[in-house]
């Protein structure tokens, strides 16, 4: 093995985008039991099978111990290829440096934000919402939103960086 050959340019980006393929290649199957998953609060054994064998079950260990060792934004892009597929995606929100707010890329004016949010995590049994504010807004904007969510139901919270969303853009199809 020759440690000094370059790494082709095309295999790296086919390691990168190969675990959002595999979860793509599963949409049939994701989306035949998204009812059944949404109602039981389980994935179905035929599909945790499924999810074994693409070999999405270890994508951020080490390879040293069978991982496939991917970036935290690749990790991301599989697991909403999943979500999406399953009809329950998480939601996102985005807030610009502008003031407009976008849920799933959709505006919506801050007062009725609430109501939006709550329109759609009533339905839902798994109440989880990803926030993105641009860095130059000021914190009690941002919580604004996060009292919005609660108010509507949501139960957890993640924050999609900015750097987490420079990574995110380097895997999307």
Request: with cysteine; aromatic share 6%.
């Amino acid at each position: 093995m020759n440690i000094d050959a370059p790494i082709a340019k095309d295999q790296t980006k086919d390691q990168t985008a190969d675990p959002v393929r595999r979860a793509r290649q599963l949409r049939p199957l994701i989306e035949g039991a998204a009812t059944t998953i949404e109602q039981g609060r389980q994935v179905t054994a035929d599909l945790q099978a499924a999810l074994h064998e693409a070999r999405l079950f270890r994508l951020y260990l080490p390879r040293t111990y069978g991982g496939e060792e991917v970036m935290p934004a690749t990790f991301v892009a599989v697991v909403e290829e999943a979500c999406q597929r399953s009809g329950v995606k998480p939601k996102d929100v985005d807030y610009a440096a502008d003031g407009l707010i976008s849920v799933n890329h959709e505006y919506v004016l801050f007062n009725d934000l609430e109501t939006r949010l709550r329109a759609i995590y009533d339905l839902r049994v798994d109440k989880t919402m990803f926030i993105a504010g641009d860095g130059s807004l000021r914190y009690g904007a941002i919580i604004a939103v996060l009292d919005a969510a609660k108010g509507a139901g949501v139960d957890r919270v993640g924050i999609i960086t900015e750097g987490l969303r420079n990574q995110r853009r380097l895997v999307e199809p």
